[in-house]
């Protein structure tokens, strides 16, 4: 789950971890596709992708 963000204000290092950890995430993201990680049936629960 996200964090609620206690400042509206951010400095360039936190752009740069912002970036990192998207990408990051977004290769995982990016392997499950291509390791097929996701079934087909109709049992299959719901889940919620944010992004920006």
Do not use: H, P, Y
């Not at 963000?5 to 951010?10: E, G, K, N």
């Not at 995430?25 to 049992?43: D, H, P, Q, Y």
């Amino acid at each position: 789950m996200g964090q609620e963000l206690d400042r509206s204000d951010f400095c360039e290092e936190d752009f740069i971890e912002f970036r990192k950890r998207l990408r990051d995430e977004s290769l995982v993201l990016k392997e499950w596709f291509e390791n097929s990680a996701f079934e087909a049936t109709e049992g299959m629960c719901g889940f919620e992708l944010e992004a920006w």
